[in-house]
């Protein structure tokens, strides 16, 4: 039977069917490095705003993260629990993207003095009672939070607390 076989894949039919199997895969492989792979994709979409894989990855990494630091070695979730976590998570997440969007849309602002006034005023921010752009910068390296996208958070939480108001 093996023989058999051997004798019709002799032919140029077979050859082009094995040439498209290994050019389809070698594609499909290479593409996955260059679309960032099976990782790359959304897992929601609020409004027009698209929550990543890679994004969801990072807060649930965080949430992880402050967990482990708050109960130590006790912080081992079963995989039950893993899943209720991502699905909090996840919620999290929407719930927050819808809340900016909203407030984005109702007018809400907030100036550049407004952040820097509240931003000058944190007591982690400050050193001898002023504002310390090096604690400011070790913060951010702490938590490994680039400072533009720190600013545009901070804004965000600035004009939702004045929903609160």
């Known amino acids: 039977m093996l023989q058999n076989l051997r004798n ?9 069917i ?3 199997l290994i ?3 070698a594609l499909w492989g290479v593409s996955s490095y260059f679309g960032g792979g099976a990782g790359a994709g ?5 409004g027009k705003v698209k929550i990543g894989a890679n994004a969801f990855a990072q807060s649930l990494n965080r949430f992880n993260q402050a ?8 912080y081992s979730p079963t995989q039950e629990q893993n899943v209720l976590i991502k699905k909090s998570v996840l919620q999290s ?10 407030v984005y849309k109702s007018g809400f602002g907030v100036s550049r003095k407004q952040i820097d006034q509240v931003l000058y005023a944190i007591p982690a921010f400050q050193e001898n009672g002023q504002f310390s752009p090096a604690m400011f910068k070790r913060y951010l ?14 804004k965000t939480s600035l004009m939702i607390d004045q929903l609160n108001t």
């Not at 997440?93 to 909203?102: G, V």
């Open 67 to 74: 967990q482990q630091q708050q109960l130590g070695g006790e």
């Open 93 to 102: 997440m929407i719930l927050h993207n819808a809340l900016i969007q909203y």
């Open 23 to 25: 050019l389809s895969f």
């Open 141 to 154: 390296q702490m938590t490994n939070t680039p400072g533009q996208q720190f600013i545009y958070d901070f």
């Open 8 to 16: 019709k894949t002799q032919s140029w039919i077979a050859y082009i």
């Open 42 to 46: 959304v897992v929601a979409k609020v």
């Open 18 to 20: 094995i040439g498209a």
